[in-house]
């Protein structure tokens, strides 16, 4: 049976009208009645006359009559799907104070915060748990991308308009060297020299030759031939040096590899969501909990800090806290929220940009941190002998890799990542095995995506 409070009056309704009492109760908190409550309440015993489905009851009632005040409070974990959980209630009450802390602003729940969610919210969980622990590691993520910037070998030339001009192919000459150059860039290029009004018939509407022949007239005859510019480019696959970007000279180049080296410490634990889509990088850390007693509507599920970069003189540098919340009974309709930590422009002292990126990735680990420190059971649990303990997944085949090799050199590849960040928790361990996975030359992409699974198993063994 259910029982709704509103305007300090008590109702009773059966369970089966639980979705229509969810929205009634829902409606009622929305309009600011500060009584509004919604408890399962036991089934009275078959000798007892309970009031007719829908009839108010006062809470002044007769002493022979159940008052709202003396129902049984916490009901044991593993609510009824769309029933009320007070242990879900309890925790979404704790979190939204986590939340109002932090300087987090969610959309409201659908239905009455703490109402369990159905099966298909229980498998979409699980779903999505396990594809984050299939996610790499926030350092195999950026160490991946560092190295491809590195191939991209950069290189920023500063010089004066006049010095430029742009041949029979579209490409621009300095000198003896010539570049390709982007859309992005050439746009760029054309509103620092002063003729951006005719940029998109430039691009669009003139060939080649055309539009050498027109840029390289601007470029002579304009008044900003004096003006400094700086190319910002790179090798492309084919092997041609091409500008990505135009800038000026008080640009401070502070590129997405640096800023991953920047954040890396504080993330080492996290799976990673990350692209480099060749301007500048998203990457989202990301923390999930092993489970949750009595998932509800309004629980916050998952947390993180996302990462947001600019190598172009278009954007910004932007770090942020994000939490994601449950609003509906399946899972599927989900609020996000974030809260910004740091936001630079690429000007000033580099040095200074990088702290201030180390320093906003920590502080929103911090906005994020009593969540973590609430789901974060592999960092809770310690071993005394971690090397050993490495040592007998192997001997014990919680470590198998798909090919024949000699157990001794898988421990050899294992100790040499965990000598590298050594540890005493089981995700250290597990840190060193995604490591190994990666850095191991001899082992190649089977073997890597077969440990990097084995890895996020090895998390539960110990739950």
Not at 32 to 46: E, I, M, Q, S, W
Not at 51 to 79: E, F, K, N
Not at 218 to 239: A, C, F, P, Y
Request: charged share 30%.
């Amino acid at each position: 049976m259910l029982a709704l409070t509103r305007n300090d009056t008590t109702e009773y309704f059966p369970d089966s009208d639980q979705e229509r009492v969810m929205k009634l109760y829902w409606k009622a908190r929305q309009e600011g009645d500060g009584t509004a409550a919604l408890k399962k309440v036991p089934d009275p015993p078959p000798d007892d006359e309970p009031p007719p489905p829908g009839v108010g009851m006062a809470l002044a009632a007769p002493d022979d009559r159940p008052r709202a005040a003396a129902l049984p409070s916490a009901p044991a974990p593993s609510t009824q799907p769309g029933q009320i959980s007070e242990v879900a209630q309890e925790r979404i009450a704790l979190q939204e104070e986590w939340l109002g802390k932090a300087g987090f602003s969610l959309a409201p729940p659908l239905y009455a915060p703490g109402t369990r969610v159905i099966a298909l919210g229980d498998n979409n969980f699980r779903t999505e748990r396990t594809r984050v622990e299939r996610l790499p590691l926030f350092q195999t993520a950026a160490d991946s991308t560092v190295q491809t910037i590195a191939r991209e070998d950069r290189a920023d030339l500063a010089l004066r308009l006049g010095e430029v001009e742009m041949d029979d192919s579209g490409r621009l000459r300095v000198g003896d060297e010539s570049f390709g150059l982007t859309l992005p860039a050439f746009r760029q290029f054309a509103t620092l020299a002063g003729f951006g009004a005719g940029v998109r018939y430039l691009s669009e509407l003139c060939d080649a030759q055309l539009r050498g022949d027109n840029v390289s007239w601007q470029l002579r005859n304009r008044s900003k031939r004096d003006k400094e510019v700086v190319l910002r480019t790179r090798v492309t696959e084919g092997r041609h040096r091409q500008v990505f970007a135009t800038v000026t000279p008080s640009y401070a180049a502070v590129d997405s590899d640096e800023v991953l080296r920047a954040a890396g410490a504080d993330l080492t634990d996290a799976r990673t969501e990350l692209v480099y889509d060749g301007t500048g990088v998203r990457a989202t850390a990301i923390f999930m909990p092993d489970q949750v007693i009595d998932l509800a509507v309004g629980d916050v599920f998952k947390a993180g800090v996302r990462i947001e970069t600019d190598d172009t003189g278009r954007g910004r540098i932007r770090v942020m806290a994000v939490v994601w919340r449950n609003r509906c009974l399946n899972l599927l309709i989900v609020g996000e929220g974030t809260v910004e930590t740091m936001s630079q422009v690429h000007r000033g002292d580099p040095g200074r940009i990088l702290s201030a990126v180390h320093d906003g990735v920590t502080l929103a680990r911090e906005k994020v941190g009593e969540f973590l420190e609430a789901w974060g059971h592999a960092r809770q649990v310690h071993l005394p002998e971690p090397k050993e303990e490495l040592a007998s997944w192997v001997d014990k085949g919680r470590i198998e890799l798909p090919l024949r090799e000699d157990p001794k050199r898988i421990v050899d590849a294992l100790f040499a990542a965990y000598d590298e960040e050594p540890g005493e928790t089981v995700a250290d361990l597990v840190n060193a095995v995604s490591r190994a996975a990666h850095q191991t030359p001899r082992w190649g992409m089977d073997v890597r995506e077969s440990l990097e699974r084995q890895a996020a198993e090895l998390v539960y063994a110990y739950a």
